[in-house]
């Protein structure tokens, strides 16, 4: 399981999360402060499980897309959900971005070059719990925050998941990237 919440994380494909056998502090661990460390990451996960089961039951695939930016196509079906992407580059606000275990969110793009930045709207966390494919870059923004299920199939050419904001007009232009904290607006 991987979660992600309060940074900008890079998915690269076939990489691991493994603790080191030292971090760097003033003297090496010992074996027993190593093992405390995973087992509080162990915990950790049965933790983030325990409060994401309910909400896991509830999830289905992308809900309320809507596209803000670029030109893209949004088209549900049985378990899929296919977004279609006809530009470089596109927005698509939603108001929720989870998919259960049996279900896929597919995005077909114009090229590997090709971006679709992916905004949640909704009050609450993405839940990826089934698959999502896609032959470009996929970016996943939800200031609620993003678990990946252990059995998540996730194929794309590249992803970027955060709780943080990025600006339209940045992502449209394919300049470099800020991100900052979304701003909540009370009343």
């Known amino acids: 399981m991987i979660i992600l919440n309060a940074q900008v994380s890079v ?6 999360c493994i603790l080191p056998d030292y971090l760097p502090m003033a003297k090496p661990l010992s ?31 992308p809900t309320g897309g809507t596209v803000v930016a670029g030109s ?3 088209n549900s079906a049985g378990n ?9 580059r ?4 939603w108001q929720g971005f989870s998919n259960n275990r049996h279900e896929m969110t597919q995005f077909i793009q114009p090229s590997t070059q090709a971006a679709i930045l992916n905004r949640v709207t909704g009050g609450d966390a993405s839940a ?20 990946f299920g252990p059995n998540a199939s996730v194929i794309v050419g590249g992803l ?28």
């Open 90 to 93: 596109a927005i698509i606000n």
């Open 128 to 147: 990826i719990l089934g698959a999502m494919h896609s032959n470009g870059q996929v970016y996943l923004i939800n200031p609620n925050g993003v678990v």
């Open 160 to 187: 970027v998941v955060s709780t943080l904001n990025v600006n339209n007009s940045e992502f449209m232009r394919g300049n470099d990237l800020s991100f900052w904290l979304f701003r909540r607006i009370s009343g």
């Open 31 to 61: 074996s027993r402060s190593r093992r405390r460390i995973r087992n509080s990451f162990v915990w950790l996960n049965i933790f983030t499980m325990a409060f994401a089961w309910p909400i896991q039951s509830a999830m289905a695939n």
């Open 72 to 74: 893209a196509a949004i």
């Open 11 to 16: 998915f690269l494909p076939n990489s691991r």
């Open 80 to 88: 899929t959900l296919t977004v279609t992407q006809n530009s470089a």
